[in-house]
């Protein structure tokens, strides 16, 4: 009885830190993208590239957020909810823009 109570403990502790592990590389990808889109902004001057690259950093702060409000539960669940769908539709909004404005 105790060795399966155990069992599940660690198979819930691992995959908290596989789960972790991928909200990091995501979060830090984000960040890659967005120093890449700065670069390429700075070589070609497209302000397409400037839609791209801040849908990349406000990706990086909505994981950060997240994170924020499963560490410290700071504010209402429905506050955050509301912080984290405005920046999702910011993101989109962006991406869109720039992939329609002309050159």
């Known amino acids: 009885m105790n ?8 198979l ?3 995959a908290f ?8 590389s995501v979060g830090i990808f984000s960040i890659v993208l967005f ?8 070589k070609t001057g497209s302000t397409r590239i400037i839609f791209a690259a801040t849908a990349f950093v406000l990706f990086a702060i909505q994981l950060f957020v997240e994170y924020l409000d499963d560490a410290l539960e700071l504010l209402e669940e429905d506050a955050v909810d509301l912080v984290l769908s405005g920046i999702t539709l910011s993101i ?6 720039a992939i329609v404005k002309r050159k």
């Open 12 to 14: 819930a502790s691992e």
């Open 3 to 10: 060795q399966v109570i155990l069992d599940k403990a660690f």
């Open 92 to 97: 989109l909004l962006l991406f869109f823009f």
């Open 17 to 24: 830190e596989f789960s972790s592990l991928v909200e990091l």
């Open 35 to 42: 120093a890449l889109a700065i670069t390429a902004y700075k």
